[in-house]
């Protein structure tokens, strides 16, 4: 595995994932849950550039390989889940959203490696609507975390939950637009 500023910086993405969760788990008397909601927020913008930053790196810098390729989306999806699971126990997003979106993840990345041992992972790579769905996730999640007034008149917690149901809704879209083309290719085989 050769290490390079992009994989460097998915690693970061994994690391930071710990420090996130365990920031809000910290007693009030030590932080107050404003100040939480500010880091926390910060800490996912942080790794959801990253996550923009490595690709574009891994590819400006002919860095990409194998091992970044599998390791990147299993830090989006590390860092998703426990930003939703989070979001549950601080009772700002339905558990049920967070199951669809998690479970959409799983099927997904399973699919995908299926796809790939078949030597068919083109045909399963990110489509538009997967790039939709990921902006709305990113979106909810950042406005969820946050969750105290960014503009002026406008509910952050009610957008961030408008978003939250945008991304299930193109998660679902998503997840049966690769379902179809996983089966187009069985039905060729």
């Not at 990253?50 to 599998?70: E, I, K, P, V, Y």
């Not at 989306?73 to 009772?91: G, N, Q, R, S």
């Not at 030597?119 to 538009?128: H, I, L």
């Amino acid at each position: 595995m050769p290490l390079n500023l992009p994989i460097l910086l998915t690693w970061l993405r994994v690391a930071l994932i710990p420090v996130f969760v365990g920031l809000f788990y910290l007693p009030d008397s030590m932080i107050s849950l404003t100040s939480k909601n500010v880091s926390g927020t910060l800490i996912f913008a942080v790794a959801a550039l990253t996550d923009w930053f490595d690709g574009f790196l891994a590819r400006r810098w002919n860095q990409t390989s194998s091992f970044g390729a599998f390791l990147d989306p299993v830090a989006d999806k590390l860092m998703v889940a426990a930003a939703l699971i989070l979001l549950i126990e601080l009772d700002r997003a339905a558990a049920w959203l967070a199951v669809i979106i998690i479970g959409r993840e799983i099927t997904i990345s399973a699919l995908r490696e299926w796809m790939a041992q078949l030597g068919k992972s083109k045909n399963v790579a990110v489509a538009y609507i997967g790039k939709l769905k990921t902006s709305a996730q990113m979106v909810a999640i950042l406005l969820l975390l946050w969750w105290g007034p960014l503009v002026p008149g406008v509910s952050t917690p009610l957008v961030g939950t408008i978003a939250l149901y945008l991304a299930s809704v193109l998660t679902i879209v998503s997840m049966f637009y690769y379902l179809q083309v996983a089966a187009q290719q069985f039905r060729e085989q």
